[in-house]
């Protein structure tokens, strides 16, 4: 069976949430155990740069993303776990992707655009607050991706355009210099949950609606209890479809646990009581992974090491692939 190389990486930015918990990293972490499947999990730390420019932030969340992954279970033998920003390789292969990238690309890639839509929107200069590094964003993502020779790039549906011009991008290269590029796709899982947040839109952290992955029990329930419901009596049938709790839930419980509730709304449940619920389901599932993570947290040291180890297996490769890319192109 050929093997398929499956590549993902996870900003450093805002606190983790249980959005990104169900939609990215149980996702990524279930995908390591099928057959057939070269994992390589990264973290995106100087994407990061392009929207938070503060040094203990970007410290402190680069140490928050590794303890994540490790804390739900990713194994550093099976996955290919390192930091993008030890892998230096990948901003000069970037510098190189740049120049076969034509700027109508980028102008049409949706982080850039909205920003200017809202610009223009507000009578302000299109470009007010867009710097280079959001402009050029999708150029070192398929560099992240390309480097690795990536068939598959797990992401969510607002990451689809960003591995599509990874995608063209490689043509281009593969064109002009010959084929040397995999061509990635995406992989949208499309049966995985939009979780929603205290407010029942989708959880994000720009929406400030989150309910944090890694706090205390104390605060976690405050959070769950935070969520907005409407104003039917405990006795009055609730329709289970039209429900943030009962999303939420459905995210975290067996099938069994979901009918049950489900039934429970139809024959009229508190609000209250839905919300113990499903605070003691979200509880049960999040305790180890949180002692874990806390332990981790408290142990730079095992992390750096970690991440070193990642970091100079994952730099050998790069550097491998690098002096034929250099060849590729004429400077040799
Ligand atoms: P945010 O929306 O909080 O800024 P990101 O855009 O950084 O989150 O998303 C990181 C990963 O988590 C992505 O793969 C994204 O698809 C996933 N994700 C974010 N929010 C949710 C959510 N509410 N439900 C499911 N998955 C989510
Ligand atoms: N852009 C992705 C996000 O915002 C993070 C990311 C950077 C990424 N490089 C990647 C994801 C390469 C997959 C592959 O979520």
């Not at 996702?27 to 100087?46: K, M, T, V």
């Not at 039934?263 to 009581?273: A, D, L």
């Amino acid at each position: 069976m050929t093997e398929k190389i499956v590549l993902t990486g996870i900003k450093p930015t805002g606190d983790l949430h249980i959005g990104n918990y169900v939609g990215a990293i149980r996702p990524a972490i279930s995908l390591i155990q099928e057959p057939g499947i070269l994992p390589r999990y990264f973290i995106a730390d100087y994407h990061a740069l392009t929207s938070m420019q503060n040094r203990e932030e970007l410290h402190d969340r680069i140490y928050q993303i590794a303890a994540a992954w490790l804390a739900f279970g990713l194994d550093p033998e099976k996955v290919l776990f390192y930091r993008q920003s030890d892998v230096p390789e990948i901003f000069e292969l970037s510098w190189i992707l740049s120049c076969l990238t034509s700027k109508g690309l980028l102008n049409r890639a949706h982080a850039y655009k909205a920003k200017v839509d809202d610009n223009l929107a507000n009578d302000r200069d299109p470009d007010n607050g867009v710097n280079m590094g959001l402009y050029n964003y999708p150029v070192l993502m398929a560099a992240d991706i390309l480097m690795f020779n990536t068939h598959l790039v797990p992401v969510g549906k607002d990451q689809i355009q960003h591995v599509e011009i990874a995608r063209d991008i490689a043509e281009h290269f593969n064109k002009t210099y010959g084929d040397t590029f995999t061509l990635p796709e995406a992989l949208v899982e499309e049966t995985t949950a939009v979780i929603p947040g205290l407010d029942g839109r989708k959880m994000s952290k720009s929406y400030g609606n989150v309910i944090p992955l890694f706090t205390d029990e104390k605060k976690l329930r405050k959070a769950i209890f935070r969520i907005k419901t409407d104003s039917k009596t405990p006795e009055e049938p609730k329709d289970p479809k039209d429900s943030t709790l009962f999303d939420i839930y459905r995210a975290f419980a067996t099938e069994a646990e979901i009918a049950d509730l489900a039934k429970r709304y139809e024959e009229g449940i508190g609000y209250g009581e839905i919300k113990q619920i499903l605070f003691d389901q979200v509880n049960e599932k999040l305790k180890e992974p949180r002692k874990i993570y806390t332990e981790l947290i408290n142990d730079k040291a095992q992390l750096d090491t970690l991440l070193k180890k990642g970091g100079e297996q994952a730099r050998e490769y790069a550097h491998r692939f690098m002096l034929e890319i250099r060849n590729k192109i004429g400077r040799y």
